[in-house]
């Protein structure tokens, strides 16, 4: 189901929460370095239903900048993102920034990619296709090393397959 924020309750400001949430990375992170865990951070998404007045109060790390802030205030090598190129596309739509843009700004602080595909307004979890964005975006160098998950939903097994088939084709010419 689809995360709707309830208007008539308090919320808590934007910056006291980027910042609640900065201090619980930091203490994650020292728990997760302890464990030899490595810490990603999954850029969220956001849409149009969970937008007030067309700006974002509620959601934190959609942005680019937002995790350069976080790369600031958290100078670990060992805390990174887990970019959901999903998630990217319809939070680019809703906010109005390039995708690829982002993509570029955050490209070293990467751990893992999550694949799959939405019309860019919702976040819908298809099945890739063919020409899908996602294919390109996985076969750059310098995700050559990462993990890549795919997270559609509903498939049969021999859609996963040909969608893992789909996948190994770009991350193998790599």
């Known amino acids: 189901p689809d995360l709707e924020f309830p208007t008539d309750k308090p919320v808590a400001p934007y910056r006291q929460a980027f910042d609640t949430f900065v201090e619980s990375v930091k203490e994650a992170d020292v728990y997760a370095r302890s464990r030899g865990v490595r ?12 937008m007030v007045n067309g700006e974002n109060p509620f959601l934190l790390c959609c942005r680019a900048d937002e995790f350069e802030e976080l790369a600031i205030l958290i100078p670990s090598s060992n805390v990174g993102i887990l970019l959901d190129l999903g998630h990217l596309q319809v939070s680019a739509h809703w906010l109005g920034f390039d995708k690829y843009e982002f993509i570029e700004q955050v490209k070293n602080r990467v751990f893992a990619i999550h694949v799959h595909d939405n019309d860019g307004l919702k976040d819908e979890h298809r099945m890739l296709e063919n020409a899908s ?11 050559a090393d ?27 010419s790599r």
């Open 133 to 143: 964005w996602c294919l390109e975006v996985i076969a750059r160098e310098y995700f």
């Open 146 to 172: 990462l993990p890549v998950v795919l997270e559609s939903q509903g498939l049969s097994m021999t859609q996963i397959s040909k969608q893992v088939a789909l996948l190994e084709k770009h991350i193998v």
């Open 39 to 50: 810490l990603a951070i999954e850029n969220n998404v956001l849409a149009g239903y969970n």
